[in-house]
């Protein structure tokens, strides 16, 4: 079975300070690995993904993500925080046989201070 | 083009109660998962649903059915309401050929159970 765990429930950083929210997986195949955002009363949107290509994988508003396979991990950073990161960040894991179920961490806060 | 859209936006209703919520998928998607959301908690499975058939389930007990149409869209119907069921029910669309490919997500239903 494939599962993602995400570290800190709630991350704080100031304005223009170094995003790092971290998140290692567990999968006996070859993940599909994703980070998605959630405003307030919204859906997720789509970061970033990982299908294997490159494993620096750079994604919208800023944010990129380092697959290690060595480490399990698939941490996501951006250099320079924005008020408007403020949101909550899921990483989330699938695999190619899996018929795209998605299994999603339970997802880190992030709150930036002016 | 039209992302994809749910209804109810906000419901509520009594323990004990059914209710049915209605999803309809981005254009060009033909897979529709279904997840939901308790407060301060990552998205969980419900099941996936592919040509008009449950192709996968997670966890979740019979009182949870689906159900996908001809053209794409999707019901999620929970029977007897327990106070647990209250949370963010999120639909979200895909393209079954594309491994590794984005999910798209509706804002959700969020359901009270009083």
């Known amino acids: 079975a494939q599962s993602v765990t995400q570290l800190g429930s709630h991350v704080s950083v100031s304005e223009g300070a170094l995003v790092l929210l971290r998140c290692n997986y567990s999968s006996s195949v070859p993940p599909y690995l994703f980070w998605y955002v959630q405003y307030p009363n919204q859906g997720l949107q789509l970061l970033l993904k990982y299908t294997s290509a490159a494993t620096l994988v750079k994604g919208i508003n800023g944010f990129e993500a380092e697959f290690k396979k060595s480490e399990t991990s698939f941490h996501l950073t951006k250099p320079s925080a924005h008020m408007s990161d403020a949101a909550e960040y899921f990483c989330?894991?699938?695999?190619?046989?899996?018929?795209?179920?998605?299994?999603f961490g339970t997802g880190t806060k992030l709150q930036v201070i002016p | 083009d039209a992302g994809v859209t749910q209804s109810p936006t906000h419901l509520i209703k009594t323990r004990g109660q059914q209710v049915t919520l209605r999803c309809s998928p981005k254009s060009g998607h033909d897979t529709v998962s279904w997840y939901q959301q308790a407060l301060g908690q990552g998205p969980q499975f419900i099941f996936q649903y592919y040509e008009e058939e449950e192709r996968q389930r997670g966890n979740f007990p019979d009182r949870f059915s689906g159900h996908q149409f001809p053209n794409y869209s999707s019901e999620l119907n929970v029977n007897a309401l327990l106070l647990g069921d209250s949370a963010l029910y999120l639909c979200a669309s895909s393209w079954d050929r594309e491994y590794g490919g984005e999910l798209f997500f509706g804002e959700g239903s969020r359901l009270t159970v009083l």
């Open positions: 989330a894991v699938s695999y190619s046989g899996g018929y795209q179920k998605v299994t």
